[in-house]
């Protein structure tokens, strides 16, 4: 009795394996050509990674810069000629000036 319950299951299981494994029939035009499914079109964004310039800084550069170099140095020059404290190296904990950039690249 318990063979026969056995074969009966191994049948049963064989029979809804091979059902659940036949493969759905292809998509067709009617020359019975096969067609490709589709794929929805996706949006593609493409970022862009904008590098900052390289600058150059300091008072060899801005000698080279400068239509008048010579008020670089002058104590009573106009403002329109900058500060000098574009040229110092500060101390970024305390704020006091550590000394004079010469040349400075910055990326």
């Known amino acids: 009795m318990r063979l ?7 049948i049963f299981l064989t029979a809804s394996a091979l059902q659940a494994q036949q493969p759905l029939p292809p998509a067709q035009t009617q020359t019975g050509e096969f ?3 589709k794929s929805k079109p996706r949006d593609i ?3 862009v990674i904008v590098k900052p310039p390289v600058t150059m800084e ?5 000698i080279f810069r400068s239509p008048a170099p010579l008020q670089m140095i002058n104590p009573l ?3 329109k000629y900058g500060s000098g404290d574009q040229n110092l190296s500060v101390d970024p904990y305390t704020g006091n000036p550590e000394g004079f950039i010469l ?3 910055r990326w």
């Open 35 to 37: 067609v490709a499914p």
């Open 103 to 105: 040349f400075g690249i």
């Open 58 to 62: 300091g008072i060899v550069a801005q």
């Open 77 to 79: 020059a106009p403002k």
């Open 4 to 10: 026969i319950f056995t074969g009966i299951l191994a």
């Open 45 to 47: 964004n493409e970022t």
